[in-house]
């Protein structure tokens, strides 16, 4: 009987063993499928989410980029002219870099026939932040710089918008001071050279006032001296007087009207190379 007893107690102690044992396994059975089942959802967020970030480039960030004022050259860096100017972003940020370009024409408006000599990238702007483009000239014309707004600005077209700024002439003031100079020095011995002939044509007039009168004077005391002279060589010799005196009257009227003359061309010659010089210069600057 004792036999017995303690038979039935270790199969009932053997049950209970094998029954918690079902127990925790199933428990961990749940557990972990549990587990599995919430790293599986986890790993479905972070893929939405890396879409996300990938489509976010595919349409206009809202930005808009805007040249601000005229470019600047600085001209006393001859011969090369350091060029500059600033490029505001009005809209939202960038959400990516952009490009710029600068051409050059020797007369005209670069943007419409200039030759592309330089180029550039714009990192990322943002909001109402300002940048400044710069391009050292090498070359005396005109230069215009370019650059492009987002791919899809406005949403209106997939080509890349395009600003242009003011176009600003290139020309050292080293060459041009010296340009002047020269113009100065011809204009100067132009009217030394006119004064010059003045003084000499009025000497000659008046050299040739003091011979005549004095060759008056002469003819007036000969006939006082010659007692003997007739009445007919004394009207002779008045005639010659009165001749003498009108040939000079008409050289003096003629030297004062030759003066006159080129006193009134050179000033007509100064006139037409001062107008020459603004038309220069329009030219030069083109339409």
């Not at 587990?35 to 809202?62: H, K, M, P």
């Not at 009168?213 to 009165?242: G, I, Y």
Request: net charge negative.
């Amino acid at each position: 009987m004792l036999r017995m007893s303690r038979m039935r107690k270790f199969k009932r102690y053997k049950q209970f063993v094998t029954l918690w044992k079902v127990t925790a396994i199933c428990y961990i059975s749940i557990f972990t499928l549990g587990y599995l089942a919430s790293g599986t959802g986890a790993y479905f967020v972070s893929s939405q989410e890396n879409e996300q970030i990938i489509q976010a480039g595919t349409w206009w960030d809202g930005s808009e980029l805007a040249f601000i004022g005229d470019p600047k050259a600085d001209e006393t860096s001859c011969p090369q002219v350091n060029l500059s100017v600033g490029l505001k972003n009005k809209g939202f940020s960038m959400t990516e870099p952009t490009t710029y370009e600068v051409f050059f024409s020797k007369q005209g408006n670069p943007d419409k026939k200039g030759e592309k000599v330089g180029s550039g990238e714009i990192v990322p702007l943002d909001q109402n932040e300002t940048t400044t483009l710069t391009y050292t000239a090498e070359k005396e014309g005109f230069y215009i710089f370019k650059t492009y707004q987002h791919s899809l600005y406005e949403e209106e077209t997939d080509k890349a918008s395009e600003v242009w700024s003011k176009k600003v002439k290139v020309k050292c003031k080293e060459k041009k001071v010296k340009e002047e100079e020269k113009i100065e020095e011809v204009e100067k011995d132009q009217v030394e050279e006119v004064q010059t002939e003045e003084n000499e044509q009025q000497e000659s007039a008046e050299n040739n006032k003091d011979n005549k009168e004095q060759k008056t004077v002469e003819t007036e005391k000969a006939p006082e001296e010659d007692s003997e002279v007739t009445p007919e060589t004394k009207q002779n010799n008045e005639q010659n007087t009165e001749s003498s005196k009108q040939e000079g009257k008409e050289e003096q009227q003629t030297e004062k009207e030759t003066q006159s003359k080129k006193a009134e061309k050179s000033q007509e010659d100064q006139k037409a190379k001062t107008q020459e010089q603004p038309q220069a210069t329009e030219e030069e600057e083109g339409e």
